[in-house]
């Protein structure tokens, strides 16, 4: 890079996302005069507004996308940069804009998030859903759309199949039950009914402390409908435009071109094997043609022999983290899920450069109860941690991995639910040295606890269960449950009184 620097800052962060925001304001609370540059793509920010600390490690927060000056009011050191980077040349500490404007670093965070890593780049009927502009997108097609097909069974496409009305959805998912990146079988059990609102749920307690579930069969397909008027929770369409948030959804009207309300057909254990134009489909010699096709701007074929034609495909498949423009010229390593890897301080592989958030792969030896997961939650922890690292090396001070991430939490929620997760809350890694707990009150609550070695490693509580500080709790002290058996989960114990 032989530009001349347009200025040397003490600190430059890229991304206005919640890591690279809250890595800027944790940086500048710390070292009020430090000099730093915020360089980021967008005209806006993202900025966590009424955050709240729930327990230890559970937190709530909503976010919000706000002009970058209200930043640069708060922290009068602050400079904000609006272009994107183009390169980085870390020899020469130097960062470079699409402008062509060359900036100096003495320390660099770079916090550019992911993108939706989608099923094909190159079909305009397929769109993935990240930020405010293709959240308007979506929206922009689903008001004309009939039928659309959702792809992937993680957070949006959860989201999606709940929201989505007056449109039929097709949700082709690889597994054999909805929801696999966040919950079990039974928490799908649980949660399924809530896609017809016309069943009714009669609340009886059961508590079962085997675990059951009734599978579909491989290639299987469930449909479910709902009238919305008859939903007794949940709020109407407001008007479009609001910014993403934990709630996105209920800024934005996700209605489709039809009179019915919620129509979903579930596809289970299938991948995407095909997408066609109609011609295609017409000359493909192994068609399944359905009565109706032929009408249809594209066609997707699953593994398991159907075909659907739909007006569009939503590619809900996870995220690659934005590495690109980092990349070349330099020596970072790169974790096998695309993140740039960092270690128990945020330090990536080159000198002086941290990341935090969805671009960046948290590469230290983790504590038995956390893993990484893309998450707002896991953005501003890792955003804050970095500013800390930032301001520590540069006060020669000491520093110890945050108590964050001892224990993985997230509350978020689903069908109208609230659901918490803490630790492996699906066993994760634990083999078949786990036991589990569970109580469900069919259309109320569903609670797991996930116990190895007589010690409960991770929960999974869907409902108004007021069990998160406790379950925490008993997670943090690592216990031994074992005098207490299926006694945990009885419904007419205070669990509280019975650990005091
Ligand atoms: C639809 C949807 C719903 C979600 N719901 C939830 C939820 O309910 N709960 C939850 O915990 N998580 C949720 N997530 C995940 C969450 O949004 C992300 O994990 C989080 O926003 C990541 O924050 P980040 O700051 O790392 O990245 P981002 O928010 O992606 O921010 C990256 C920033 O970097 C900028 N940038 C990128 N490249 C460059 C460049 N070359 N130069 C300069 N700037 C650049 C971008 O403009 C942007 O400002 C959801 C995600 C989506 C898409
Ligand atoms: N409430 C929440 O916490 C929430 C809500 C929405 C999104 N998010 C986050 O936003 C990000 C994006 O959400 P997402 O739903 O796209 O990602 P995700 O990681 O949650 O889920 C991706 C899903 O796609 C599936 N998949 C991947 N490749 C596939 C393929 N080729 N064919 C079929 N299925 C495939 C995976 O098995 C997985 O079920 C994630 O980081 C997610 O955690 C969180």
């Not at 559970?58 to 640069?72: G, R």
């Not at 402008?99 to 998030?113: A, N, T």
């Not at 929206?139 to 039929?168: F, P």
């Amino acid at each position: 890079m032989a530009e001349k620097k347009e200025k040397i800052f003490q600190f430059v962060i890229v991304g206005g996302g919640i890591a690279g925001v809250t890595c800027v304001e944790q940086l500048t609370s710390q070292i009020p005069s430090a000099d730093v540059a915020l360089i980021t793509a967008g005209p806006h920010i993202k900025a966590v507004t009424n955050y709240k600390q729930v327990s230890k490690t559970l937190e709530e927060f909503d976010v919000e996308e706000k002009p970058s000056s209200v930043l640069e009011e708060k922290f009068p050191n602050l400079t904000v940069i609006h272009s994107a980077v183009k390169s980085v040349h870390t020899e020469t500490h130097s960062v470079e804009t699409t402008d062509g404007r060359v900036f100096g670093y003495e320390k660099l965070c770079i916090c550019s998030g992911g993108r939706p890593k989608l099923l094909t780049q190159k079909n305009p009927y397929v769109l993935g859903i990240r930020d405010t502009d293709s959240a308007q997108e979506f929206q922009k097609r689903l008001c004309k759309a009939k039928r659309i097909v959702i792809v992937g069974n993680g957070g949006i496409a959860l989201e999606l199949v709940y929201e989505v009305e007056g449109c039929e959805v097709i949700w082709a998912v690889k597994d054999k039950a909805i929801g696999n990146t966040f919950f079990d079988a039974g928490a799908a059990q649980f949660l399924i009914p809530s896609l017809e609102a016309d069943k009714p749920e009669v609340a009886a307690p059961c508590k079962r402390t085997r675990y059951t579930t009734e599978e579909p069969a491989p290639g299987a397909s469930q449909t479910f409908t709902a009238d919305r008027s008859s939903r007794g929770h949940g709020s109407g369409p407001t008007e479009p435009g609001s910014a993403l948030g934990p709630d996105w959804h209920e800024g934005i009207a996700l209605r489709g071109a039809q009179q019915v309300s919620r129509r979903v057909s579930v596809e289970y254990q299938c991948e995407v094997e095909k997408i066609l134009t109609s011609e295609e489909l017409l000359n493909s010699p192994q068609q399944t043609l359905r009565p109706e096709s032929g009408s249809w701007p594209v066609y997707i074929q699953l593994t398991n022999g159907k075909t659907f034609g739909c007006d569009f495909i939503v590619s809900a498949t996870g995220v690659v983290p934005n590495t690109e423009p980092f990349l070349h010229g330099n020596n970072f390593s790169v974790a096998d899920d695309g993140g740039l890897q960092v270690d128990d301080h945020m330090m990536t592989s080159e000198p002086d450069v941290y990341a935090a958030g969805d671009v960046c792969t948290a590469c230290w030896e983790h504590s038995p109860l956390w893993q990484q997961m893309r998450l707002w939650t896991q953005a501003r922890q890792m955003g804050w941690y970095a500013g800390r690292c930032m301001a520590a090396e540069a006060l020669s001070e000491p520093i110890e991995l945050d108590f964050c991430f001892e224990l993985f939490s997230h509350i978020t929620k689903f069908f109208n639910y609230k659901v918490v997760l803490l630790g492996k809350f699906n066993g994760q890694g634990l083999g078949p040295d786990q036991e589990l707990l569970l109580r469900c009150t069919k259309g109320q609550e569903y609670v797991k606890a996930v116990l190895s070695g007589g010690r409960m490693v991770g929960a999974v509580l869907i409902g108004e269960t007021d069990l998160e500080e406790t379950f925490e709790n008993l997670i943090l002290n690592q216990m031994d449950l074992t005098p207490y058996g299926e006694e945990l989960l009885n419904p007419n114990i205070d669990i509280e009184d019975y650990f005091d």
